[in-house]
């Protein structure tokens, strides 16, 4: 708690989810403290250079009640070879701030998976559900499942409570990845046949995710 307000630390503040969700908690009544990369810019940024099985979140954990985690080695092009990069920031990085959470007497975690843990296509089945037996593709979609099987196995040891979230394609204004690509499209005004693809996708918008 800060002054009468309990306080969750957001990491990944500064990207596009966590520049929605931010104001989303402090209009609820929390006090947000926020994980900067750089320098920080306000009294409640702490600087954490980078995430991994190394780094010290103590001062980044003192007093508060919650965590959610929303920073993360995302998909890039031709990454699918960095295995390791992804291991150390999605599972061990991931892992090591839920340890230490619980060890700092944290009560809630908050994960930001990915539907890329399901698999790429529900083609011939209906939608996931989250009792669907994993099947990750790619270096991305393989790191958050096993941080997800991890923080798992935690939660059966640990007093913290550990929820993970799995969204879809996420858009909204700032969104990045496919859905800027697909925008981007959009905007040279050259005719897409967007009817005659006969495929389905979920979306979810950052507002409500957030």
């Known amino acids: 708690m800060k002054d009468g307000r309990p306080v969750v630390l957001v990491t ?39 995430i991994g099985p190394q780094t010290d979140w103590r001062d980044a954990l003192e007093g508060v009640d919650a965590v959610v985690h929303l920073a993360a080695r995302v998909h890039h092009p031709n990454e699918e070879h960095a295995v390791e990069l992804y291991r150390n920031v999605n599972v061990e990085g991931t892992l090591h701030l839920a340890r230490s959470a619980a060890s700092m007497g944290v009560r809630q975690f ?5 539907i890329h843990v399901n698999g790429r296509s529900t083609e011939g089945r209906g939608p996931f559900t989250e009792a669907d037996a994993l099947t990750p593709r790619g270096v991305y979609g393989k790191s958050k499942a096993a941080a997800e099987s991890g923080l798992r196995a935690m939660a059966q040891d640990q007093g913290m409570h550990i929820t993970v979230v799995r969204p879809p394609l996420v858009y909204g204004a700032g969104a990045k990845g496919n859905f800027d690509l697909l925008v981007r499209a959009v ?20 507002e409500n995710l957030s």
């Open 12 to 50: 990944g503040a500064g990207g596009f989810i966590g520049r929605h969700l931010e104001p989303v908690l402090q209009s609820s009544g929390w006090t947000v403290r926020r994980t900067v990369r750089a320098a920080a810019t306000g009294p409640n940024d702490v600087l954490i250079e980078s």
């Open 110 to 114: 908050i994960f930001l998976s990915s």
């Open 187 to 206: 905007r040279r005004g050259i005719p897409l046949p967007f009817g005659l693809v006969r495929n389905r996708r979920a979306f979810v918008s950052v």
